[in-house]
């Protein structure tokens, strides 16, 4: 089996990451496979964190003392380091959510206010059959509050979106474009600046989920064509609780406030207010002031590993776990068999075993796997199944980690004494 993009220094990335050190189970070995879940820390990142807790905690843009400007300084790092991170042209442009949920949740919600942008009765919103709740749920809310039609691409035997007949989907009524970049289920990976020129066309916007892109892929958000692009800190090695919503600066400017607070404004009467610009018009209230610290580290920290090379090892560990999961009897993968044009999650049914058990027993071994419908469950509904197994590699899985879990599922086919 071929390993050809390996991280040439898998084992010096892998001491950065001290959890995987540990032992599970009465002593076994952690197998991590579940980064599509949520990523591992590098040291680093816990260090800053760390660091600016006991250092230069305080409130910032407000504190008129010494440990406030340090804090602002290091939060506004942060959206530096994300604004590098991403291409974006202003920093500006990059928006601090508590994850990629309220990210989007933020779009549906403003385009449903009154203003240029503003969604309603007779407009379309298209998005897909894979995608994550979080990119569905919010669209729905605002059909259902605008009186506008949701409509969706659906998806080909082997997992990718079936563009048959994107020409009648994509059209004048055309008023939102809604998809992931790499589906968390079957991890395919969409043509998004194909699909990006066909929305903007017909004078969409167009809205990229890129929670599981940003973490294994080079995401250029002026090269991409999408108006606004969401992802989480959490699954690019960075904390939980801070999200990041990039827009386009016209496109920013052109929706109203989603939260009104403090920080938000630019004046405030009785009668009436004013906003800020961007970005602190959508930043009500005290932020995630250390998980933006975090966040900053974990960014730069893939920054110097390489987006590319992280791509690369993606496929590579990808290529060799499909070709492992191959070998065990009754195992059906989920999505493309090519690992090229997909993810490194991989969802998987074993048959005669339901995924919770094949999670259960895998666990006893120390290998660490999702089991459930992976919060897409109209994707699972598509192929006639109400929840799979999924493994999700990340830059420091190994080739031996992906052989204790094929291993693993052999023993669990022979504990559950099937075929």
């Not at 009465?26 to 807790?53: C, E, F, R, W």
């Not at 020409?167 to 970049?181: G, H, Q």
């Not at 690369?312 to 070998?327: D, F, W």
């Not at 992906?402 to 052999?410: K, P, Q, R, S, T």
Request: with cysteine; hydrophobic share 45%.
């Amino acid at each position: 089996m071929s390993l050809e993009g390996l991280l040439p220094d898998l084992d010096v990335i892998r001491k950065d990451f001290p959890i995987l050190e540990r032992t599970v189970s009465g002593g076994k070995n952690l197998v991590y496979l579940d980064s599509a879940n949520t990523s591992q820390k590098p040291q680093i990142v816990i260090d800053t964190m760390v660091d600016h807790l006991e250092r230069h905690n305080a409130n910032i843009a407000r504190a008129m003392h010494a440990l406030g400007a340090e804090s602002t300084e290091a939060f506004e790092h942060g959206r530096d380091r994300v604004a590098a991170f991403l291409n974006a042209p202003s920093r500006d442009e990059v928006i601090f959510t508590k994850n990629a949920s309220e990210a989007l949740n933020l779009v549906a919600n403003t385009l449903a206010l009154r203003g240029p942008l503003q969604v309603g009765e007779g407009d379309e919103i298209l998005i897909t059959e894979m995608e994550h709740h979080s990119n569905i749920v919010p669209w729905q809310m605002l059909a259902e509050r605008t009186g506008a039609t949701l409509r969706w691409f659906g998806l080909t035997d082997d997992g990718r979106l079936d563009l048959s007949n994107v020409d009648e989907l994509v059209n004048e009524r055309t008023k939102v474009v809604s998809f992931t970049w790499v589906s968390n289920m079957l991890g395919t990976i969409n043509p998004v600046a194909e699909l990006a020129a066909k929305a903007k066309a017909v004078g969409a916007l167009v809205v990229v989920d890129a929670s599981q892109a940003a973490p294994q892929l080079a995401v250029d958000v002026q090269a991409c064509g999408a108006d606004l692009v969401a992802f989480t800190g959490h699954k690019v090695v960075g904390p939980t609780g801070i999200g990041v919503l990039w827009g386009r600066r016209e496109v920013l400017d052109a929706l109203p406030p989603f939260l009104g607070g403090g920080e938000m404004i630019a004046t405030v009467s009785m009668a009436r207010s004013t906003y800020a610009p961007i970005p602190h018009k959508f930043e009500a209230g005290t932020p995630p002031i250390v998980e933006a610290v975090g966040l900053g580290a974990a960014v730069d920290y893939l920054a110097a590993v390489g987006m590319e090379a992280i791509h690369r090892h993606e496929q590579a560990i990808t290529r060799y776990a499909l070709e492992g999961l191959a070998t065990v009897p009754g195992l059906t993968v989920l999505g493309p068999l090519d690992a090229e044009s997909r993810g490194g999650a991989i969802s998987f049914e074993i048959d005669g075993v339901h995924p919770h058990d094949v999670a259960q027993v895998l666990d006893t071994r120390g290998i660490a796997v999702r089991a459930g419908h992976h919060c897409a469950k109209p994707a699972h509904a598509r192929f006639g199944v109400q929840s799979s197994t999924r493994m999700s590699s990340y830059l420091y899985t190994t080739p031996a980690e992906i052989d204790a879990l094929v291993e693993g599922l052999n023993y669990t086919r022979s504990y559950f004494k099937v075929g």
